[in-house]
């Protein structure tokens, strides 16, 4: 059984098909490249299993229980967790509640619980902070965890960002474009990280990106869309030397 | 950047002190006294690294000594002043002393000790009837302030309309206690015995508070999926609707208002008869329960916003996409946010409608509503010690402008600049107040604070209170 399986999605924005018919299946551990031309629905299908839309046709099933339906917050508690595109920190916030506030769907405690502060409150606000500081430990951001997003690098941001989509224990962790805007030396740090949370951790990882270098070091298999539909799908070898993906990405040259 | 701060206020505190003396408020014996307090202040900020030691002990003992000094002087501060003083003064070292061993309770230590001491001012008519309800109206006007900072600052909607709830909440609590304490056309006879008041009166501020917060959950599902100017209008729209629905319910006097309350707070003094006692305390009872209020409401928002929970608000202020899809379950925190600030705001209001006496629909205008939002910008968006500052220098300053307009009159009449026909009068208020909101939005956009707490700025008042 896959630990996500997408069916069929089809997602229709007005009378555009942003994404048609795609299917995708990722077992456990698996690490998992999504590529493809700028509008080619790869953010739409992230946004889709993510829960903050609902696709038009076709199913989404992540631990073989159906998402349809559900809110962006529930599938997160589910186990799924993601970066943005463009880094969506909350940056008047510090790196430190950044992670805390990411723990907000697992709160058991609600209103009251914090207006009396419960003992439930103590013991939950001290946990998180507990697994805050040590996700940011371990991704050696500790040092920025007092420090306001909006004040930090763009590489670092990036890495608070995957901070912030690690500390709740995900079963799969999807990358939007981790590598976008980074310099040379950022980028090979970042495939050191990504190789060395998908080795550390018990996870699954899906990765939108398009720069080859990161692709191709990474990813076991890649799934290439163009217009919403795949349009090649194999190992980075197969796929850089598939003439449909060529012909995606440099154009039609017959014309 | 520079930090301006300490040079502002001790500019603002030595001009205090001349117009004082220059407007002929503080004879030669009060300046003696200003200028101690004023040196003992000015060394706090500007005596380096001996003032860190010791300038605590030196502004409490200028301050001893200078009302010690007054009080010799002719009586000039009478003893109750001295006793009060000197109690906060003490309070003050004790926790300065001992503070650290037990930190969560220095603040509730602190603020029984002002309680006591504006109660017992109060009692021994040291502080007059007029001083009193102009603390009344700053301690109702932080309520205020604080909970629409939680929704406005905190969560960055933009409600306009905050006197709606405040006037459910004013009209509730008032119908109720009226109805159970008070005699009234509307009711008769009071269905209780008076002297239970007193104890009557909480229940009925949190019904008026369960209702203004029913109010916040109808505002909060349009807000669901609407945001920003849209929004603000809906708001505007509750407000109105609220306010013409009392003015046309003829029974609880319609446009006219709701009294009775008077009576109520009066009954409060009859609670020893519950207990068998004929005495009475003569306490300043609404004084008491504002200031409760008060500090209920602030502690309350505190924690809220300080938890990991109400921080999800301010997720959905920085960045509501990223709050909804990575784990904030947005439609809810609209509502908890919504909710929280709205039943505070009817809080607000029943203290108001009791401090008063009566209620009247006109009184929850969009003037009102203005007037919170004011504080909230002067104070600062996202700031509650910002809220009450600003609350407190609202409050005085509305009250100044009663004093400075005929000033400003006289001085424009001096220099021929207005005909002689014309007098400036206190319908200028609403121009100036208005105009003070334009400069702030001019020089200091984010407001006196900012989104920092008063803590940020000064550290070393962590010793007294937390507000993070
Ligand atoms: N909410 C929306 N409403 C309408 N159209 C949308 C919406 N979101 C995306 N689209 C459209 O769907 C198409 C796919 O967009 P998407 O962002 O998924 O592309 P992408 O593959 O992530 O591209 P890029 O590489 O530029 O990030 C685009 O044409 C886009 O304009
Ligand atoms: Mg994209």
Known sequence: MALLDVKDVTQQFGGLRAVSSFSVALEERELVGLIGPNGAGKTTIFNLVSGFYQPTMGTIRFKDQPTAGLKPNHVTTLGVSRTFQNIRLWNDMTVLDNIRVAHHSQLSYGFFGCSFRSARYRDQEKDITANAMKTLEALDLDQYADEFPKNLPYGTRRKVEIARALSIHPRLLMLDEPAAGLNTADLTGLIDLIGWIHKEFPITIWMIEHQMQVVMSLCQRIQVIDFGATIAEGTPTEIQNNPAVIKAYLGDDTI | MKNYTKPILAAGLWAMIAWLFLSGRADGYWLVALILWGGGATFAFYGGERAREYGFWVVLGTLSVGAWWLFFQDRRMDSDWILCIHLLLGAMGLVRL?????????????????????????????????????????????????????????????????????????????????????????????????????????????????????????????????????????????????????????????????????????????????????????????????????????????????????????????????????????????????????????????????????????????????????????????????????????????????????????????????????EVSQVWKWVLIPLLLVVIMRWRPEGLMGNRELTDYFPGLRDYFRFK
């Not at chain 2, 008491?288 to 809220?304: A, C, D, H, M, P």
């Not at chain 2, 009566?358 to 600062?380: C, H, R, W």
């Open chain 2, 98 to 422: 001992f503070g650290r061993a037990a930190p969560a309770w220095n603040a509730p230590f602190l603020l029984a000790v002002l309680l006591f001491c504006l109660v017992w001012l109060s009692y021994q008519e040291s502080i007059n009837v007029y001083f009193q309800s102009v603390l009344m109206f700053t301690g109702i006007n932080i309520i205020m302030a604080t909970s629409l900072n939680l929704v406005n600052g905190y969560m960055g909607e933009f409600n306009c309309g905050h006197a709606g709830p405040m006037a459910v909440g004013a009209y509730v609590s008032s119908l109720m206690t009226v109805a159970l304490f008070g005699k009234s056309q509307v009711f008769g006879d009071p269905s209780l015995s008076p002297a239970l008041a007193l104890f009557g009166f909480p229940f009925c501020l949190l019904v008026g508070m369960a209702a203004a917060a029913f109010i916040g959950f109808l505002i909060s599902i349009p807000s669901f999926k609407t945001r920003g100017d849209y929004l603000a209008i809906i708001t505007i729209a509750v407000s109105y609707i609220i306010k013409s629905t009392i003015e046309n319910m003829n029974v609880i006097g319609g446009a006219r208002g709701f009294m009775g309350m008077g009576q109520v707070t009066q009954a409060m003094d009859k609670a020893p008869q519950v207990f068998g006692l004929k005495t009475s305390w003569d306490l300043p009872w609404m004084m008491i329960w504002v200031f409760l209020g008060t500090v209920f409401s602030v502690w309350l928002l505190r924690r809220f916003v300080t938890s990991t929970y109400g921080k999800g608000i301010i997720a959905i202020c920085q960045d509501e996409i990223a709050a909804e899809i990575m784990s904030v379950n947005t439609n809810r925190m609209k509502i908890a946010a919504f909710m929280l600030s709205s039943g505070l705001a009817g809080l607000a209001g029943g203290l108001l409608a009791h401090a008063i006496g009566y209620v009247n629909p006109s009184t929850f205008n969009i003037l009102k509503s203005t007037e919170a939002l004011l504080m909230v910008y002067l104070g600062g968006m996202g700031s509650l010690s910002g809220s009450v500052i600003a609350a407190v220098l609202f409050t005085v300053l509305v009250d100044a402008l009663r004093f400075i307009i005929p000033i400003l009159n006289s001085a424009l009449h001096w220099a021929h600049l207005i005909p002689s026909s014309y």
